[in-house]
């Protein structure tokens, strides 16, 4: 393309990087408003609030938001003479992957958690559960935990870090789109200061995962183990909500700040160090696969 066709709205690669990722978060959030006025409309049961999260609840809600992230990359990737895959879910190995960054994600977590009761800041008890409604409760929420990692990961780490990436650059592009997930969360009733910063800490961390991975899959993994431990191993609260079939009960001890509080273990000053520790461990474990992701930078083929 000509100098004189470039401007405001197109660069050397076609449409500029933040037009396109405007254009998805736009079909994004008209599908996702269809979907809130359509359920306002028919008021089904099961869309009313409960006391307690459940693996239903939380399958409903994945659903509702992996529809219209997925039809608007879906829309993005054939506009671009892609597939969705090219965004992350086209690599080698990716059970691998998947399976270390969902054992990594347990461990975190663990550990979080470990902190926080040996500091005297968390209180744990058993919930006694059978050992057929403790197998029943773990399945089901390894299956929800598992959407919320592929409809998250796909929507912020997907498309939208790789478009933003092509004009602004990788860590720009991973600051903003932290952000906005960061930002996303302040709606839920539980949530903190601190919450809300640890959120911005895992976004960063999960796009760190990305670029050294070159795929979704690990940070997929990763988000997966540290919502399955938290839920369901753990039972802690979760942006101020408790979790039902759990099979230990987390409650924290003492200030807010230090112990989480109703937020839960994403709620203490705690996760920022350990967040970093984490940070530290990707980039001295996981290899550097940053070839991958520029291979995701091209810009639109033919």
């Known amino acids: 393309m000509s100098r004189a066709g470039q401007g405001w709205l197109r660069g050397p690669a076609g449409v500029r990087a933040g ?10 959030l008209v599908l996702v408003a269809v979907e809130i006025a359509g359920l306002a409309w028919l008021k089904p049961p099961w869309v009313r609030p409960t006391a307690l999260l459940t693996p239903r609840i939380i399958l409903l809600n994945e659903v509702l938001l992996l529809v219209p992230i997925y039809l608007a990359s879906l829309a993005m990737a054939r506009a671009e003479g892609r597939e969705v895959a090219a965004f992350g879910l086209r690599q080698p190995r990716p059970v691998r992957a998947l ?9 975190v977590l663990s550990l979080l958690i ?18 057929a409604a403790s197998l029943a409760s773990l399945a089901a929420w390894l299956g929800v935990s598992l959407l919320v990692g592929v409809t998250e990961e796909l929507g912020f780490r997907g498309y939208p870090l790789v478009a933003l990436a092509r004009g602004i650059g ?4 991973a600051l903003l789109t932290s952000l906005v997930f960061a930002l996303l969360h302040v709606s839920n009733g539980g949530e903190s200061v601190f919450g809300i910063l640890n959120v911005f800490g895992a976004g960063m961390i999960l ?9 979704l899959w690990w940070p997929i993994g990763f988000h997966t183990g540290w919502d399955f431990a938290q839920n369901v191993i753990f039972g802690t609260h979760d942006s101020g909500q408790g979790c039902a079939g759990a099979l ?3 409650l924290p001890v003492g200030p807010a700040w230090l112990s989480g509080g109703l937020t839960g273990p994403e709620g203490s000053v705690i996760g920022l160090g350990v967040e970093l520790a984490v940070a530290l ?8 696969r940053r070839d991958d992701f520029d291979m995701d930078q091209r810009g639109p083929s033919g």
């Open 281 to 288: 461990t990707i980039l001295r474990l996981l290899p550097a």
């Open 248 to 250: 230990l009960s987390t």
């Open 19 to 28: 037009w396109r990722g405007l254009a998805y978060l736009l079909i994004a």
């Open 114 to 131: 470990g902190l926080l009761w040996g500091g005297g800041l968390a209180r744990i008890s058993l919930q006694g559960l059978g050992l």
């Open 170 to 173: 990788f860590w720009p592009a």
């Open 207 to 215: 796009c760190l995962a990305r670029q050294r991975t070159g795929g």
């Open 99 to 107: 399976a270390g960054g969902l054992a990594a994600g347990i461990a």
